[in-house]
Nanobody, 125 residues
C-alpha cells in the first residue's frame, strides 16, 4: 500500500513558477513509477508527466514540455513537479499517482493504482 500526499499548490501569476511535492509513506515507493495528472473544472483528468522508479526515464504531455520537470528522490520517498512559465490554462487540481509497473511511463490514469488527494494550482492572467 502506498499513501500519497501532495503539497505546494497555490495562486500564481502567469509566467510564474511553482514546485509541487508528493510525499509517500511506505517503503515501496522506490518500486513504483510515479505520475502527475491534473483535472480542471468540467474536464477529464489528464496526464502531465511521469517518471520511472530507478532509471529516471520521463515522459511529458505536449502541453507542458519545456516548462515542467518531473523528478524524484527515492531516499526521501518524494516526487516533484517543477512548473515554470505557468499559464492560466495550467489551472487545475494536480494529483500524483503510483504505477506498480515501474519500468514504464504511462499517460493512462487506469494504469495507476494509488492516488493522492490533490493540490490546487491557480494561475491568474
Amino acid at each position: 500500500q502506498v499513501q500519497l500526499v501532495e503539497s505546494g499548490g497555490g495562486l500564481v501569476q502567469a509566467g510564474g513558477s511553482l514546485r509541487l511535492s508528493c510525499s509517500s509513506s511506505g517503503r515501496a515507493f522506490s518500486r513504483y513509477a510515479m505520475g502527475w495528472f491534473r483535472q480542471a473544472p468540467g474536464k477529464e483528468r489528464e496526464f502531465v508527466a511521469a517518471i520511472t522508479c530507478r532509471t529516471g526515464n520521463t515522459s511529458y504531455a505536449d502541453s507542458v514540455k519545456g516548462r515542467f520537470t518531473i523528478s524524484r528522490d527515492n531516499a526521501k520517498t518524494t516526487v516533484y513537479l517543477q512548473m515554470n512559465s505557468l499559464k492560466p490554462e495550467d489551472t487545475a487540481v494536480y494529483y500524483c499517482a503510483a504505477d506498480p509497473w515501474n519500468f514504464r511511463v504511462s499517460p493512462r490514469p487506469e494504469d495507476y493504482d494509488f492516488w493522492g488527494q490533490g493540490t490546487q494550482v491557480a494561475v491568474s492572467s
